[in-house]
């Protein structure tokens, strides 16, 4: 995610980094050389003249402006979506904390910590959220994870079936019937942990569902080959009436559509590494902050800072 200040003035024009030009540069490129090329034969094709009017454009380039829109409505929404799950996760490993410590009739935070389950519980909550977030990018950190989890949990987890997240909540609703078989804590008192359990489960799966159910190819392809077809086609219907101007009024065009097309394609995944996806490591180490913050520990992870405007 592209973190800096709204850029004002020339700089508004001369900004590249969070721009969607980086990505759209050598198409937009052609594009423009095409019109180039197009302006100097003046829409001749060796022996024939290329004649188009502008009316055929005029009528598809609202409709295509318009479909754009609603492709990139729906992946904003998917980006929305996404990074309101990832709110909910972090609310209910911060409630999942405050329960463990309060409801659990304990004594003060034993030593070594590692044997008390409420220090269990809080790590397995920093582990589920860097677990998610590996399972949503499809990388592996096992080092990380281990040291939430410690050597011997993290060889037992390994040789479940399950994937890591749910196999981590499993393993937490274990603690907490072992809990409450123990008389540790109120049965009442549980079904608030088991429920907040339930609503970290039900946030992996949406955040799953929206990594494994893309946009419609067809729509997408559609979108794509429209606006490409419009942009590459648009000098032939500009020469004969815009001229000299017609590179610059189809750079800018081509500019619009080509750039909405990408931007879509960014959000649509929004948990990928690209600089507009959501910056799930930063959310990661928000958690890790908030929750060691919650078991009295001093010396915190810092927050992560911005790398060339960019969070990842």
Known sequence: MI??????GLRLFLLLRGSILQRIRLMLLVNTLLALAVTLVHGHLFTLKVTLTPVPFTLI???????LGFRNTAAYDRYWEARKLWGEITLRLRTLSRQCQSLLALPALQSPRSDDVRVRMVHRGIAFAHALRLQLR???DAPLLQHWLGTK?????QRQRA???????LVMGRDLGAELRAGRIEPCLAAAVDATLSALTAAAAACERIKNTPVPFSYTLLLHRTAYLY???LPFGLVDTVG????????IVAYTFFGLD????????????ESNDLPLDTLCRGIEISLLASLGETELPAPLAPVDFQLT
Do not use: H, K, N, Y
């Open 3 to 8: 973190v800096r200040e709204r850029p004002s």
């Open 61 to 67: 380039g609202l409709p295509l402006a318009i479909f």
């Open 138 to 140: 499809g990388q592996s």
């Open 153 to 157: 949990e993290w060889a037992q987890l």
């Open 163 to 169: 994937a890591l997240p749910d196999a981590l909540l």
């Open 231 to 233: 942009c590459f086609l």
């Open 244 to 251: 000299f101007m017609t590179p610059f009024v189809v750079a």
């Open 262 to 273: 990408a931007v879509g394609d960014e959000l649509e995944e929004p948990f990928g590494l």
